[in-house]
């Protein structure tokens, strides 16, 4: 995995997303948060292919 630096802000933003999606829905704050940094970082398809089983891994451990 292709490590992506986050600024701290946006890192909370994230967590805020996910904390009030997640607890309705955590395949809606997957594909949020995912959306919100592909349009943000312009992700490759392999940094999204990436992002994307490390969101699936969070939403089901989480």
């Known amino acids: 995995m292709i ?8 890192l909370r933003d994230i967590e805020d997303i996910w904390a009030f999606v997640s607890f309705e829905s955590p395949e809606s704050a997957t ?7 592909e349009r943000a970082f ?3 398809e392999g940094l999204r292919t990436d992002l994307g089983h490390l969101l699936r891994d969070c939403s089901v451990s989480c």
């Open 3 to 10: 490590p992506v630096l986050i600024s701290e802000a946006a």
């Open 31 to 37: 594909a949020l948060i995912r959306l919100l940094l």
């Open 42 to 44: 312009s992700l490759t």
